[in-house]
């Protein structure tokens, strides 16, 4: 017998989430060791790798769910794309298969499989970064939506996370799960538990803002994706992480 589409969704969010924060710390601890002495080029590796692995992602699950990251999820809610009971089992995937993404990511270099991280992450640049990388992200993910062709998000999505690493002072994490998961490893890629309160809010507000102006550029009724292309949550797209060495 097979799963049931909520529970293969959900299933789909836990997956791609947990590699999602695998690579991101994976690559974030590979280059702190293969290029210990050059900061800037850790976080081309950590961006590139994160910019990839999305695409990829997003690509595989896609047919399923793949949102990886609350706030996109949130908007669809706010949309009416997903109902609620469904939007907090996505959540709960999201935010789980992140953690356990941290703790393989750990395992995989030897480390701990769990080490708090300290890295604090705080100040006006820094939140102001995390709300226009996250409303950047929405209006990529749903100004794909728009165009009416889905294979485009996972592109769209993959080169945006990739350049917001540079151009945003916080790197671009984007992402409530993510973020709650990279407090798990004490590596380039962790965030402090006392910085993660306010990343978070950041980010929520950066959907808020987001919200508005995707109404405001496409009106609901243009938001569709024919459900051949997308039996998920319309407007599966992952969110970001990055890493402010």
């Known amino acids: ?12 969010e836990f997956v791609g989430t947990a590699f999602l924060v695998a690579a991101v710390i994976g690559s ?8 210990p002495d050059d900061v800037g080029l850790q976080l081309l590796q950590n961006s590139l790798v994160t910019g990839a692995v999305l695409v990829a992602l997003i690509l595989a699950l896609q047919p399923v769910s793949a949102a990886f990251n609350p706030v996109v999820t949130a908007v669809e809610v706010a949309l009416g794309l997903v109902g609620w009971k469904e939007a ?16 393989v990511a750990n395992l ?9 991280a300290a890295t604090e992450r705080s100040g006006g ?18 100004g794909s939506v728009r165009s009416g062709r889905t294979d485009t998000i996972a592109y769209a999505v993959g080169g945006y996370i ?36 306010m990343f978070v809010l950041m980010q929520l507000l950066g959907g808020l803002v987001a919200l508005g102006v995707v109404k405001l550029l496409y009106p609901s009724s243009s938001l569709h994706i024919p459900t051949a292309a997308a039996p998920g949550p319309v407007a599966a797209a992952p969110g970001s992480e990055g890493a402010r060495p």
């Not at 640049?125 to 749903?142: C, D, I, K, Q, Y």
């Open 88 to 103: 907090a089992g996505l959540v709960a995937g999201q935010v789980s298969g992140g953690v356990l993404g941290a703790v």
């Open 162 to 197: 990739t350049a917001a690493y540079w151009f945003t002072a916080s790197t671009s994490f984007a992402n409530p799960a993510v973020t709650v998961a990279r407090m798990f490893s004490d590596t380039f890629a962790g965030i402090a538990p006392s910085s993660v309160a």
């Open 28 to 35: 974030g601890i590979a280059a702190s060791r293969l290029s």
């Open 125 to 142: 640049a820094l939140w102001l970064s995390e709300v226009v990388a996250t409303l950047g992200l929405v209006l990529v993910v749903f």
């Open 108 to 116: 995989m270099f030897d480390l701990d499989a769990v080490s708090v």
């Open 1 to 12: 017998m097979s799963a049931s589409p909520a529970v293969r969704r959900v299933a789909a």
